[in-house]
């Protein structure tokens, strides 16, 4: 559908979602965020949080967003929001690395968007910036003379076509990297992070975590250098499997992570009926009532990210690519819905 419609007017309609979030979740955590700062600046309470090497006020920050992280984890009102939406977002990160590499964009393009997203929610970058900048990078492609075509000689018109509509491929070394960053800058440490109960050594890890773009930058950048030589395509075929196997990857530990984390919920939680009333009730407060913030952000950050991306599904296949990724989050999860969308995206494209 994005032939069609590749004007960037379709890819701005859901922006007012992100600048929404931004404000709405600001004014709804702005008493945590408060209450959190006056006590990060206490040097004492700085060091219960997590082993901060200083007193900076980047170490100030990072144990503000500790302690939301720490709330967000080890609360059982929020500990399956937040590793549905852990998930999810690891999965937007790795699409939005595969589209930046396909379109040649600035390499900071996802390592920015991982930072933005840990520190003001996956949910507000996605719609904000980049959709926008997917939507304007696509017209672009799509407005320049297309070279090769014009130089070829097709058997038929619908070759014809076919070649100029297709988009550029990920080279296997490129999907191997982005694996490796997902993995390593993402899972790994939600991994880590569910696995262990409240205490410093999580709360070190949370600290960590705030600085795994960079990790994450790495990863995508230094492992597509070194695997060069033995990980290259020899047809269009055989790079777009590699990214396909790449989302087949990234869809298997979202589903296992998911069905891990909901049953073990299941099993300590008292009351799921209970919880789960909680959550109606928060959404459709509006954040009015003060309650939980955390778990309203939470709640609103996976919406964003799944509709933005349900939205980007719709304007790539139509309600083919719609009903895709939203079949196999019911089924799976939204990390491995949208996983499974994007494979089977790239067999078209």
């Known amino acids: ?57 980047l170490d100030r920050v990072v144990c503000v967003l500790v302690r939301f ?25 790795a699409v939005m690395s595969v589209e930046r590499v396909r379109f040649n964009n600035n390499r900071l393009l996802a390592p920015v968007m991982v930072f933005f997203g840990n520190v003001i929610g996956t949910g507000v970058i996605a719609p904000l910036a980049w959709l926008p900048i997917y939507g304007w ?35 296997p070394n490129q999907a191997f990297g982005i694996g490796l960053a997902a993995l390593f800058g993402q899972f790994l440490p939600v991994a880590l992070l569910v696995s262990h109960g409240p205490s410093l050594f999580q709360r070190n890890i949370l600290a960590a975590f705030q600085y795994f773009p960079i990790t ?12 060069r030589s033995s990980l290259q ?20 530990i979202n589903a296992f992570l ?3 984390v909901w049953i073990k919920w299941l099993q300590t939680v008292s009351s799921a ?27 609103w950050d996976i919406l964003a990210i799944f509709s933005t991306f349900a939205y980007w599904a719709w304007l ?23 996983a499974l969308y994007a494979m089977k995206r790239e067999s078209r494209i």
């Not at 006056?38 to 040097?43: D, G, V, Y």
């Not at 909680?278 to 955390?294: A, H, I, K, M, Y």
Request: with cysteine.
């Open 216 to 227: 994450y930058a790495l990863f995508e950048w230094i492992v597509p250098c070194l695997s």
């Open 137 to 171: 990078t696509l017209r672009n492609h799509f407005s320049k003379p297309n070279k090769k075509s014009s130089s070829t000689n097709h058997t038929s018109i619908r070759a014809k076509v076919t070649e100029e509509s297709a988009l550029p491929v990920i080279e």
């Open 1 to 57: 559908m994005s032939r069609t419609k590749n004007s960037i007017l379709f890819y701005l309609v859901v922006s007012p979602l992100g600048y929404f979030l931004l404000t709405h979740l600001h004014h709804v955590l702005l008493p945590f965020n408060l209450l959190h700062k006056a006590e990060c600046r206490n040097p004492h309470l700085l060091l219960e949080t997590y082993s901060a090497p200083g007193n900076s006020v």
């Open 273 to 299: 009926d209970g919880v789960m009333k909680q959550w109606v009730d928060l959404f459709f407060s509006f954040g009015s009532t003060g309650e939980n913030p955390v778990a309203y952000m939470l709640i």
């Open 316 to 338: 790539e296949d139509g309600k083919t690519g719609l009903k895709t990724i939203c079949r196999n989050t019911l089924l799976f999860g939204p990390g491995a819905g949208l």
């Open 233 to 252: 395509s020899k047809t269009r075929k055989e790079a777009k499997e590699g990214v396909r196997f790449l989302y087949v990857g990234i869809a298997g």
């Open 69 to 93: 992280c720490s709330q967000a984890i080890n609360d059982p009102l929020c500990f399956p929001l937040t590793a549905t939406l852990l998930g999810l977002a690891t999965t937007s990160y």
């Open 258 to 260: 998911s069905y891990w």
